[in-house]
Nanobody, 117 residues
Framework: VQLQASGGGLVQPGESLSLSCAAS????????MGWYRQAPGKQRELVAA???????NYADSAKGRFTISRDNAKNTVFLQMNNLKPEDTAVYYC????????????WGRGTLVTVSS
């Protein structure tokens, strides 16, 4: 499975940015998709995730500011990030999961989001 992410870049605090990620090549289908991020010197953490049914899960830091959505037909996930803060600066990784047994996890290469004045 290949995950191709786009978006990211440099923005000022308070501005918005959107990320998208398309999955291709899955034999078993994609059930869950999401975004993780890793800031320098920190562990990778969940930002937001969404199931194929549309159920969402957000990190506390993302609630109220970020919105995750997906297009199941295109196996594409989106992350709309509003009111960005410097602490949102990180490499953002797209994730996809096939709920096989055992589950199969796939990762994109990562896209850098920098929030700075």
């Amino acid at each position: 499975v290949q995950l191709q992410a786009s978006g990211g870049g440099l923005v000022q605090p308070g501005e918005s940015l959107s990320l998208s990620c398309a999955a291709s090549g899955s034999k078993f289908g994609i059930d869950d998709m999401g975004w993780y991020r890793q800031a320098p010197g920190k562990q990778r953490e969940l930002v937001a995730a969404i199931t194929s049914g549309g159920s969402t899960n957000y990190a506390d830091s993302a609630k109220g500011r970020f919105t995750i959505s997906r297009d199941n037909a295109k196996n594409t996930v989106f992350l709309q990030m509003n009111n960005l803060k410097p602490e949102d600066t990180a490499v953002y990784y797209c994730n996809a999961v096939s709920r096989t047994s055992p589950p199969l996890w796939y990762w994109g290469r990562g896209t850098l989001v920098t929030v700075s004045s």
